[in-house]
Structures are given as C-alpha cells and as structure tokens.
C-alpha cells in the first residue's frame, strides 16, 4: 500500500534544502516527500543569500497559503512536518483540514500561547528590536545563530550549520507572533477542528528560540478529542533537524506516524 506524501515544510533562517537528509530517509521507508519553498525563497542558499528583497515582507498567512496550493495539486491529503515557524505552519495547515497528520518540531507560538521565556525575547531581539525591519529581510549573524539555533553544540558545528544552512528570513512572521496577542490573526491555529488528523509537538530541552515550554502550551490549547502529543528530546536545541542528532528526530517521527496509521 502506497504511504501518503510529505510537505516537509521550513522555518525562518533556514534554507529549504536542509530537509534533504530526511526526505532521502522517508523515502527510504515508502513515503513520497516534497519540501517546497516559501513564496520568494531562491532554489539554493547562495540565491537566497544574494535575492534577500525577494524574501522580505511575506507573512504568515501568505506563506501559508502557498502550502495550501502545493497540498491541492496533491492527489490526498499529505503528511506535514514543519520546524520552528514551519511548526507553527503545519498546525495552521492541518487545522485547515488539509492534511492528514501534522509533526510540530520546536514551533513557533501560536496565537493564544501567550509565555514569552527571555531566551525567545533574546534570540527574536535583532529582528523586533527595530520596527523598522517590519518590512525586511535580515539574516543572523554567526553569534545571534549560535544563541538561537546551536546552543547545544560545538563551535566548529555550530559553524559548519550556519555556513551551509542560513538564508535572510522574512521579519513580518516575527512582528506577526510577536503581537498576535493584541491584535491580528496571522498566527491563530484552528484548534477546535475536532476532524483534524493527529498532531504531534515537540520541544527541545536546550532551545533558545522555541522554548518547550511554548509547544506545551500550544499543546493544552487543543481539546482532548482529538490525539494531540508533546514530545521532549532532552539536550537539544533548536538546530534539532540539521544537526548530527536529526536522525534521531526524524526515527522518532517515522515510529509516530507509524503508530498512528500513516
């Protein structure tokens, strides 16, 4: 029997690419995987590096939109996987009821998911701390990356990730979670869709960016009728999928799906 697709779906910073390894690896057991960009992403790092115009100013609902267009010219509803701000679009995604089955690794808040831990402040500040990036592109800097994605790892790691990963991201989707408290619905998760697949969270013990406090509270947001999961990777930081322990992740994920059905 023929295993549904994969939208593996990125988050901010990182290049689309980077879910190579696991694609190869959830092909490997049946699974057809697609990793689409996000709308004004270039196909390699070294473009999205020299084309940052192309990135700025995409929010969330945009970005998310795109999937939504991906996932219709698909011949069933896929599976989604999504890092970080890609976390946060996989819920989106499946509370549109447009997925069979989501995995949240390390995401973003949703709108309701109101903790704020100093080291998400920390790592969010080189983009927030000036409205005036509202509209922009930025990329990180070796050290705000460091912080942020590769807390837990060695520096020459850490090093070798930031060359080869990081691309300018969008600084709209930031200011987006950052406000959704007050005012807008970029970031708002349909939560109470009671039809919706399984979703499966996780937190990293050592993220800076995606505390584990907020995927358990993004998890507590969903009502009991539905299988909703939180899963811990004890000693992980954000850089989670693209460092040497991804695969421990990504077996993880596979054994989830497979519990599940899919």
């Known amino acids: 029997m023929a295993k549904r697709p994969i939208v593996f779906i990125h988050g901010l910073w990182i290049h689309a690419s ?17 990793n689409p960009p996000w709308p004004g992403d270039s196909d390699t790092v070294k473009a999205c590096r020299a084309n940052p115009q192309m990135i700025a100013n995409r929010g969330v609902t945009e970005i998310a939109d795109g999937y939504a267009k991906v996932i219709a010219k698909l011949a069933e509803p896929p599976i989604v996987i999504g890092h970080s701000f890609g976390g946060l679009l996989a819920q989106v995604i499946l509370g549109r009821g447009i997925a069979a089955a989501g995995i949240a690794i390390d995401p973003a808040p949703m709108k309701g998911v109101r903790q704020l831990p100093f080291s998400a402040l920390r790592a969010s500040f080189p983009v927030l701390g000036n409205p005036f990036n509202f509209k922009k592109a930025k990329s ?25 990963w990081t691309i300018p991201a969008p600084c709209r989707p930031l200011f987006q979670a950052a406000t959704a408290t007050f005012a807008g619905n970029q970031t708002k998760v349909n939560t109470a869709n009671t039809s919706r697949g399984p979703l499966l969270i996780t937190g990293g013990e050592k993220d800076h960016i995606a505390p584990p406090i907020l995927g358990q509270a993004a998890l507590k947001k969903y009502p009991p009728s539905v299988k909703t999961e939180f ?8 850089s989670l999928i693209v460092d040497h322990g991804w695969k421990d992740v990504a077996e993880y994920s596979l054994a989830w799906l497979n519990e599940n059905g899919f």
């Open 231 to 238: 899963k811990l990777f004890e000693g992980r930081g954000h």
């Open 140 to 164: 990180l800097t070796f050290g705000q990356f460091t912080y942020g994605f590769a807390n837990a790892l060695p520096q020459k790691e850490a090093k070798e990730l930031y060359d080869r």
């Open 18 to 34: 980077s879910w190579q390894p696991w694609m190869d690896f959830f092909q490997q057991h049946g699974y057809t995987p697609l």
